[in-house]
């Protein structure tokens, strides 16, 4: 890993723990295990770094969630395969990462200004980023009458939520569910399918959901 993929990473896991303004450049620099001098060579103050690591964070999402369907959109496609598909990669990356979740909820609350820039910047240094695929594909699947006719906004902000709400809460909602550590990794795989399945019941049309609902028994079985 290249030094200032490092530091990011290192500041990533720093800012998420202790905040933007709790933060020092020595612990981040000590995280990394690099010196001090090279993190401001690279990002020369924090300020800058909390919001690089922001830019980070929304590239990879989009690189390893979003990308994808950018790249596979075609009008022949399954919308409710697609979907599904994406929602099942932006679990497993957000668990893969619940760290970055905490710290994109703590810039919603604390540094907003912050997070504007850092989606803005990205929408002007990479077009693609946006998340007309997600709509497309929504819409897609409401023109097919396999979706209910829904606000695709409104259900692109439910998608992301029903994801992110367990990591963003996750230490109170382990004591609220009685959770274990041990007894996690079931929990999150349950977690998914609970999510996937909380969507399509709200989404598909009837005779989607009772073709849903016999694949189901056959995969059972």
């Known amino acids: 890993m290249k030094s200032k993929e490092k530091i990011i990473r290192a500041a990533i896991t720093v800012f998420a723990a202790k905040g933007k303004h709790g933060a020092t450049m020595d612990e981040i620099a000590a995280n990394a295990g690099l010196n001090k001098a090279m993190v401001y060579y690279y990002f020369s103050n924090k300020d800058n770094l909390f919001r690089q690591a922001l830019v980070y964070i929304f590239t990879q999402i989009f690189k390893q969630v979003l990308g994808r369907l950018s790249q596979k959109r075609r009008k022949d496609g399954d919308p409710v395969t697609e979907l599904e598909q994406l929602l099942r990669r932006h679990f497993r990356f957000i668990a893969n990462h619940p760290i970055w979740a905490r710290l994109i909820f703590y810039s919603l609350i604390n ?17 693609q980023f946006s998340l007309l695929p997600v709509l497309s594909l929504i819409e897609r699947g409401i023109s097919q009458d396999r979706f209910r006719p829904v606000d695709p906004k409104q259900t692109a902000v439910s998608l992301a939520g029903a994801n992110l709400i367990y990591f963003l809460g996750r230490p109170v909602a382990k004591i609220l569910l009685n959770l274990k550590d041990e007894e996690e990794e079931t929990f999150m795989k349950k977690r998914e399918e609970s999510v996937v399945d909380l969507i399509f019941r709200g989404l598909l049309e009837e005779k989607e959901q009772n073709s849903r609902k016999i694949k189901s028994k056959g995969k059972r079985k």
């Open 111 to 127: 540094e907003e200004n912050d997070l504007k820039w850092a989606v803005e910047t990205l929408q002007t240094t990479s077009p």
